[in-house]
Each structure stands twice: as C-alpha cells, then as structure tokens.
C-alpha cells in the first residue's frame, strides 16, 4: 500500500536529508523537558494527580459538562453543542454569516484541524487566516500540521523563506528567522485589524466557572478575541477540568511537557464577553464518544495534546508527522486514528517498536504503548488482513507450538545456504536506497542450544 | 533452589552460547537448573503482530514450568516481560508472576551477586533494552524523576576488567521492535544506525544488553556498516574468564 507509515516514513528518511535534523529538532524539546522536569520535586506526583484529576472528571463527565454549560451561558456566552465534524463546520459558518463576519483569524486548534474546518470555510466563501506562526507556514503551503504543538518542525528554515519570497514576497533567499518572523508579524498585524471574527481552540474548560483557557506563546489568541465583535472558542469535550484547583495542575504540566517551558507565554482566561460582542463556545464531540465508551480506550481521553509522547518516540522524530497521515501524529495519534477509520488507518498502531517511552513522558500517564497493543490485536481481527503477514504468523506459530515441526524446521534451517539466508529473499537483510546493505542476517550456528544440551546430558 | 530454564526460539537457534553461558552462570550462583524442554517460544512474535490469539496454548508448558521449579529464569528480558505483561498474566497470581524473571533481575533480586565471578577485560557499552527497563524496571529511564539504580550496572560491576560505558541515549530504542523491523525496515535500520554512532562515538569495543533480540538487530547493521563493534549478551560477559580474545 502506497499511503502506509512505512512507505512515507521511508520516503521521508530516503530522500530528504531531514532525517538526522528533524530527529535532533525533536530531542531538543525532550531535553528541555528533562530539565523542567528536574525543576519540580513532585513531578511524578503531579502526573499521577493529573491522571487522576481527568479520570474524575471522566467519570462524571456529562454533569461536568453541563455545569460547564450553566456558568459559561450565565457568564453571557453563547453555547453550541456539535455531534461530529459536519456540526462544527456548520455551526461556525452560520454563527459567521448571522454576524455579517467574511474574514476570519484563527489561533491554533488541532480541533478545527481535525474538523476540516478551513477549507470547509475558504469553499463557503470566508478568509481564513491562522495566525499561529507555524500554523501560517503550513497554510501558506497548503500543508498540515506535523506536530500538534510545533506545525511546522518539519521544514528548515530556507523552506520557510521560500514560501514567504511566494506568498508574502520577502527578499529571495533570506533565511534569517529574525528576518522572516518580522515579515510575518507584521502580515499578520494587518489580518488581526481587517478580520471580522476570531475563532480560538481551547486547552481546559473550567466547569466552576465556565470559562475557557487558552494558552498560546504568542499571544495571537488574545489579539484575536480583544479586537473581535465575534468570537468563537472550539472545544473538544474531554477539554474539561472540575475547577481552577484543578486546572493549576495542568497549567504546571502543559508547557513544560511540550516545549520544556515553565509555563506558556500567555495563559488566557475567557469568562465574559466584553459589552457588545458575541462570544460563543462551542463543544465538539466527532467520535470522543467512541472513545469514550470504550472501557479500555477511555484513558485515551485524559489527553491534554502537549505532544511529549511525539518529541520522545524515536520513531516519529526519524519518520516525520506527515508520515502517520492523520490530524494528531505520533503515538497519541496511533491511538486515536482508528476511531477515525479502521481501515485506512490501521498500519498506524504498527508504526511504533512499543519501546514505551512515551508512556513515561506524559504528563497524564496514558499507557500508549499498551493501547498500541490492544489495537493490533482488534485491528488483525476488524480489518482486512495483510495476507503474506498473517500467512507467515500462522506459520510461525504452528512451528513454535510444535516440537515436530520445529525439530525439521532446525535442520532444514541448517541445510540453507547462507549466501541464502544473506540475499534479498530474507527481508530481514535491508537495503538502503543506495542498494548499500543496510542489515545483514546472522551466520546460523550448527548446533542449537537443545542439541547441544542433549549432548551434555549424556 | 531449584531454577527451569527457557531458553527463547531465536536464542536456541541462532545464539546457542547465550543460552550456555546462562545455564553455566545459574549454577555458578548455586542454582540447581533443568533446562526447560517444553516451552519454544513466549509467543511475543505473533502477538506483537497483533496475532496474540495464535499463540492460545503456549501458556502451557510454562504454568506446567512454574508448578515443578522455585523459579523460572530467561536471558531475554523482552520475553520475560511479555509471559509477565501478557501470556501468564490473566492466568497466575501475583506470586506465581513473580517466579518469572529475566536472568539479570533474578541474580541481581534473588540469589545475589557474591558468587559471580568473570573476566573480561574491555571497554563496553551499555545498551538499555526497552523491554527490561521500562517493562521490568531494570533501571530508572532517563524519562522520569525517581532515583536513580541500575540493576545491569550492578550485575556487571562483578565482572572484571570491564569497564561499562553508558552513553547518551543508552535507553533509546535500538529500532529493532519485533516484526517492525521488517514491516517499517526504513525507520528500523536508521534508527540501529543511530545507536552504532552513539556507541562509537563513545569508543566502546563490544556493545551488551538484556536482549540477544536488540543484539541480532544491532549486529546486522555493524556488519553492513563494516564496524569493529561486536555484541555480547550480558550472560557472556558473566561467563567469561579471559582477558581477551577467546570469547568467541
């Protein structure tokens, strides 16, 4: 299959020299995480609280969401619920047109992102402009996200100013960050001023209070919402916290988790529209349900989308987020995929050596690595099968549950000529793109440990 | 005491002296040991294939194992927590789990380290298994904030002459990861490339770990890539006497 992991991640190490920058890119957050980590005493305590604190609020979810629903409508914000997908879309663009709102500024939301909320809006006929940096980048390339806290980490800065020499018609060839991150402010200042409406994803929503949280670096969540007489926040519904005791917990794990800060640049609080604006909140199921229901899924849930479990797993930092083809990337997102579609994403669970680093990195101690197991064993069963796969496991299997078969199996194995074993009928023995080897088989001893054991007997 | 030993499909075949030295290592500790005959194979291949439902009755000869013998020791840590995690799990007790050990945690927990005495006299670097450390706790990943112990460096602090080198990175996967060494080859072999610079760059002679699995995997990209490195499975250094070359 064309579109699998394997097949991209292969193009993306065979031919880009991206491999070894990326994969550094990545661990650099890692380490920075390290070291914030090592700042905080209890940090395997906070995991644990906050672990618990989201299984709580699971487990009264519905009476959570609706007290959220009472404060937030009583704080004079406007609250809408979407099923799925489709009811985002709709919702925004009509709540859109009722206020007269052609253009549009976006902070990021994975959300929306998830939802095709962009060129569902740009088809309707809106301006939708992301004014998260990384986020402008890829929607200038017509990309998506790579990484769910860092969008464009995938491309070096020459990409950038290519892109920006395009579309924004800096100087041809000046790849200076301070150079390029000045023209895009400044394109971006005038997108904030002309824009109609400013949409915001949403990191917590605080049931007490009804307030939403967003946390941004660069503030462009809050430029949005303080210069728009429309505003709209889009939440995923496992977003909610019981309280601001609570949501202290979350605010200390977040930044350092993703990006090895202390804390986000900004951390803004949404309560009350501003007199004359229209505020809206809208709470976004699209399969959280699914997950939801499934006993041994729902932990998935916890998920706060700090994006530690993508920095840490040696397989995403060498293969890059486009190779997992679906919104999230990374172990978390090989974990949600399926419910978004079983079969097209089922190579996803498989794209990972379960090493379980990423289980130890995250924050809210979600067992990645064990849920990665539980789907091969649904998948094998739910999708159609990888014919020459199953064949050899079954095959395999017959020979390790029988000693007959194994005992012929050993001597025929003898029998074969390594120059055999060495070729390329044995998949074991890669090749690079260069036909250099890339990994050869072992010499197969002539004795196996049971037969020399049997002659120590005697 | 009375120890059974299972020796792994992969290691029977292709690394018989793993096998050896471990039984030679057991009875130097004092353990009386019987090769386990019954049991092939954990099950891990297939069931980290997601065909965990082939393997229905490979618990078998392992409870029948853990009825006849005090303990029951695998040089393979991979294998030793998948009976732990998955195939004995939902059959045993916690008591009856716990007689299931990988060979260093066995003589780093149970017998202790007096009576182990080896030789060898190189520089060697420490490859963390992610099996043995994340899955049984060997030691503390480089992830979380808990003090810091190491079990394999224990064990191999007995050994002498060897001077262990644990280089940056030592707990990151080595690619290897079952049947996605061959379905994901790419990201697989770069990522045991990785590992050879690391140990390279650090100048070490010979790289060890808790798993031949990891070991086979990290020796087929060495011999491609013509380095000088070999491997040595942790019970071959145990086991070794000499000051040396005759270890092959």
Redesign the interface.
């Known amino acids: 299959m064309k579109g699998t992991?394997?097949n991209l991640?292969?193009e993306f190490?065979?031919t880009s020299d991206k491999?070894d920058w990326h994969?550094d890119a990545l661990w650099f957050l890692r380490a920075k995480r390290?070291k914030q980590?090592?700042t905080?005493e209890d940090?395997?305590k906070l995991r644990s609280t906050a672990a618990a604190i989201k299984d709580h609020t699971l487990s009264r979810l519905a009476d959570y969401l609706q007290t959220f629903e009472e404060n937030a409508l009583q704080n004079g914000m406007q609250v809408h619920w979407a099923w799925d997908d489709a009811e985002l879309r709709e919702i925004t663009a009509s709540i859109l047109r009722e206020n007269n709102a052609r253009s549009v500024v976006k902070s990021k939301s994975m959300l929306t992102e998830e939802c095709g909320l962009n060129p569902y809006l740009e088809k309707e006929g809106f301006d939708v402009v992301d004014t998260d940096l990384g986020e402008r980048i890829v929607q200038l390339r017509k990309e998506h996200p790579s990484h769910i806290v860092v969008p464009a980490i995938h491309l070096k800065k020459e990409e950038v100013s290519d892109t920006f020499h395009e579309k924004m018609q800096t100087e041809k060839g000046n790849a200076d960050p301070g150079y390029l991150t000045a023209a895009a402010r400044e394109a971006l200042r005038k997108d904030f001023i002309k824009a109609d409406a400013a949409i915001t994803g949403v990191n917590f929503g605080v049931a007490e209070s009804g307030a939403v949280v967003v946390c941004t670096n660069e503030g462009n969540a809050d430029m949005g919402v303080h210069s728009k007489k429309t505003v709209i926040h889009c939440m995923g519904l496992e977003k909610l916290v019981p309280g601001y005791k609570e949501l202290a917990v979350f605010t200390r794990l977040l930044a350092r988790s993703a990006t090895g800060q202390p804390v986000t640049v900004f951390t803004s609080h949404y309560r009350k529209p501003r007199p004359d604006v229209k505020q809206h909140i809208i709470i976004v199921n699209n399969k959280r349900t699914d997950i939801y229901t499934d006993p041994e899924f729902r932990q998935a849930m916890r998920c706060i989308r700090c994006g530690a479990c993508m920095n840490?797993c040696?397989?995403y930092r060498?293969?890059g987020g486009h190779s997992y083809h679906h919104t999230v990337p990374g172990p978390i997102g090989s974990v949600l995929a399926p419910f978004y579609g079983k079969e097209k994403n089922k190579d996803l669970p498989?794209?990972?050596?379960?090493?379980?680093?990423c289980?130890?990195?995250c924050p809210v101690k979600i067992d990645l690595a064990g849920l990665l197991?539980k789907w091969?064993?649904k998948?094998?069963?739910e999708t159609s099968a990888d014919t020459s796969?199953?064949m050899s496991?079954?095959v395999?299997?017959s020979i390790?549950?029988s000693?007959k078969k194994?005992g012929m199996v050993?001597t025929a194995?003898r029998w074969v000529p390594k120059s055999l074993l060495q070729s390329k009928f044995n998949?074991?023995?890669?090749k690079?793109e260069d036909g250099?080897?890339?990994?050869?088989?072992?010499e197969?001893?002539g004795?196996?440990?049971?037969?020399?054991?049997k002659k120590r007997q005697k | 005491m009375l120890v059974g030993l299972f020796?792994p499909?992969y290691?029977?075949?292709?690394?018989?002296?793993v096998?050896?030295d471990t039984?030679e290592v057991l009875e130097k500790v004092g353990c009386t040991v019987v090769?386990l005959?019954?049991p092939?194979?954990c099950?891990q291949?297939?069931?980290?294939?997601?065909?965990?439902?082939?393997?229905r009755?490979?618990e078998k000869p392992f409870l029948k194992a853990l009825q006849e013998v005090d303990y029951l020791v695998t040089p393979s840590a991979s294998c030793s927590s998948h009976l732990t995690h998955h195939l004995l799990k939902p059959l045993v007790g916690k008591e009856e789990l716990s007689r299931v050990r990988e060979l260093t945690e066995f003589l780093h927990d149970v017998t202790g380290l007096e009576k182990l005495k080896a030789s060898f006299p190189h520089k060697v670097g420490l490859h963390l298994s992610?099996?043995g450390l994340?899955?049984l706790n060997l030691g503390t990943?480089?992830?979380?904030?808990?003090p810091h112990y190491s079990k394999i460096e224990e064990v191999l602090s007995t050994v002498d002459g060897l001077e262990l080198v644990v280089p940056p990175k030592a707990?990151?996967?080595c690619?290897?990861?079952?049947?996605?060494?061959?379905?994901?080859?790419?990201?697989?072999?770069?990522?045991?490339?990785?590992k050879m610079k690391g140990m390279s760059m650090a100048g070490v002679e010979y790289v060890t770990a808790t798993d031949m699995s990891c070991l086979?995997?990290l020796?087929?990209?060495f011999?491609?890539e013509n380095s000088p490195m070999k491997i040595m499975h942790i019970a071959e250094l145990l086991n070794s006497e000499e000051g040396g070359s005759g270890n092959q």
């Not at chain 2, 290691?11 to 002296?17: E, G, N, T």
């Open positions: 992991h394997a991640s292969k190490i065979t491999t994969n390290d980590r090592d905080i940090w395997e840490t040696p397989v060498r293969s498989f794209a990972s050596t379960l090493c379980g680093s289980n130890n990195v197991y091969r064993q998948l094998t069963d796969k199953k496991m079954q395999g299997s390790l549950k000693h194994y050993t194995f998949p074991w023995n890669s690079g250099k080897k890339a990994r050869v088989f072992p197969v001893p004795e196996t440990f049971r037969q020399w054991y | 020796v499909c290691i029977d075949q292709l690394y018989p002296k096998g050896k039984l090769f005959q019954d092939l194979c099950g291949p297939m069931a980290n294939s997601g065909y965990e439902k082939m393997t009755g490979y992610c099996h994340r899955g990943p480089s992830e979380l904030k808990v707990d990151e996967c690619g290897f990861g079952g049947s996605f060494a061959v379905s994901e080859a790419a990201v697989s072999v770069k990522m045991g490339s990785d086979m995997h020796e087929g990209v011999q491609a």
